[in-house]
């Protein structure tokens, strides 16, 4: 079993994920409701696009609305741990469940990203289908990955390290009987 801490987080691929990793929202449902606005009689089209496949939904939206990272807030305190481990030598790869296109955009704004893999249809790259990407990647036990929520715990396992932002508290205790180091970021202002 490999143990490190977070002095080692550099010497690893570093993976991360898009909503509500790098901010508290979800790119799907900015796209739906763009969508919605612009083409409110078109609603059961996109059900139909949904009822296929998510994949295909999230593929399609994009074909209809111009989606623009600059309308993302993202976590400052996230983007600036990750300017200093790319300083450190880090290799940092962005692994979102949402649409490729969308994964390249955001890779170009931010740019320290190496590579951006999203969802392509038919493949929907969240939990299992995620952690079989990085694990063909990378190896097992041979990246560190930023992730939020409970289906995230697929890839946390296969990780060698977890970094954790928002989670709930049935993730963190998840986590807490893990045997891998996790570094935890709190990101939302309580209300």
């Given at each position: 079993m490999h143990h490190i801490s977070?002095?080692?987080?550099a010497k690893f691929p570093i993976c991360v994920d898009l909503d509500g990793t790098l901010w508290d929202g979800d790119c799907l449902w900015m796209c739906m409701s763009d969508f919605l606005k612009r083409y409110p009689?078109?609603?059961?089209?996109?059900?139909f696009w949904?009822?296929?496949?998510r994949t295909y939904l999230k593929h399609n939206l994009l074909k209809f609305i111009s989606f623009s990272p600059e309308k993302i807030?993202?976590?400052?305190?996230?983007?600036a741990y990750l300017h200093d481990l790319k300083k450190q030598g880090a290799t940092i790869y962005l692994i979102t469940g949402s649409d490729q296109k969308i994964a390249d955009m955001v890779s170009?704004?931010?740019?320290?990203?190496?590579?951006?893999f999203g969802s392509t249809i038919g493949c929907n790259l969240v939990g299992q289908n995620k952690a079989n990407l990085l694990n063909k990647i990378f190896g097992k036990k041979n990246y560190?990955?930023?992730?939020?929520?409970?289906?995230?715990?697929?890839i946390w396992e296969n990780s060698i390290a977890a970094v954790a932002v928002d989670i709930d508290q049935k993730t963190f205790n998840w986590l807490k009987s893990q045997p891998i180091y996790t570094r935890r970021f709190i990101c939302k202002s309580s209300i």
């Open positions: 977070e002095q080692d987080f009689y078109r609603i059961f089209q996109m059900l949904w009822y296929q496949d807030s993202f976590f400052p305190e996230i983007l170009a704004h931010l740019n320290i990203f190496e590579k951006a560190v990955y930023f992730g939020n929520e409970w289906k995230d715990r697929f």
